[in-house]
């Protein structure tokens, strides 16, 4: 017997497996691309495409493999699907990946070059070339193939295991990680949570992106603790990095995924 299958979706080891595991495999994948690019990647354009870019065999695993655990947890998650907050989040990922996008965007308008120091590298301002290129592939099909992938990991599996994670797991637990946390409510605010929660969501990301993971991960809890919806949230980040995904592509800034 299938003990996930067999358990009711109040079941507390239940739902903290469901909430955190898509997440900690997703990023235990991440720490798999570095060491397999430590140990074979080779930047020079005579080398195999696997060693120019090694997260191109990594990803596609990833985002199947994560995609599998989230499909497998599904019934126990509470979206709360809802037209209104999903239109709310939409307009909400538009903003927040707008601040996110700024500093390279200005880069580009100020006309620098090089690599910033000081406050401006601090807050992201560079030109963010360098990064996950399908143009690597000539073929159409690997082409199309690899972007498609990257499009669909970004704006489907990382919008639903991120918010899954920090928004229906962790602000819940770092509220009463001593009690039952499960039987906090969704959406509670509470400083503890929005310090935690946002820091931790920050340095999940590059130094380059924390300035604009600051903005964004205040804009996504203020619409968590507003709307007390889950959906609304992974609207909001499948919105915002389908949308950054459509900058990369349209001015070449790799280096922003």
């Known amino acids: 017997m299938n003990p996930a299958r067999s358990s009711s979706p109040t079941d507390p080891a239940l739902l903290t497996r469901a909430h955190v595991l898509p997440l900690a495999v997703f990023m235990g994948f991440m ?54 907050w999903s239109l709310v989040g939409v307009v909400a990922g ?15 308008a100020l006309g620098l070059t090089g690599t910033p120091g000081g406050w401006l590298g601090w807050l992201g301002v560079q030109a963010r070339r360098d990064g996950f290129d399908p143009g690597l592939f000539q073929h159409p099909l690997a082409y199309w193939g690899s972007l498609g992938m990257r499009f669909f990991r970004a704006a489907v599996i990382v919008a639903l295991a991120e918010e899954i994670f920090w928004r229906g797991f962790l602000m819940r637990f770092v509220c009463d990680w001593e009690g039952d946390y499960w039987k906090q409510p969704f959406g509670r605010a509470d400083w503890r949570s929005y310090a935690i929660v946002t820091g931790a969501f920050m340095l999940a990301h590059d130094p380059v992106d924390y300035a604009g993971a600051l903005v964004y991960g205040s804009i996504t809890y203020g619409l968590c603790v507003w709307s007390k919806n889950l959906g609304a949230c992974v609207v909001m980040h499948a919105t915002a990095n389908l949308l950054m995904g459509l900058y990369v592509m349209a001015y070449g800034k790799y280096g922003l995924w």
């Open 31 to 84: 720490i798999a691309l570095q060491l397999l690019a430590s140990a074979v990647g080779w930047k020079h354009p005579d080398a195999p495409w696997w060693r120019q870019s090694p997260a191109q065999i990594i990803y596609p695993i990833q985002t199947v493999v994560t995609a599998i655990l989230l499909a497998r947890y599904w019934r126990v998650f509470r979206f709360d699907w809802s037209w209104r």
């Open 94 to 108: 538009a903003v927040g990946i707008g601040f996110w996008l700024l500093p390279t965007t200005l880069y580009d």
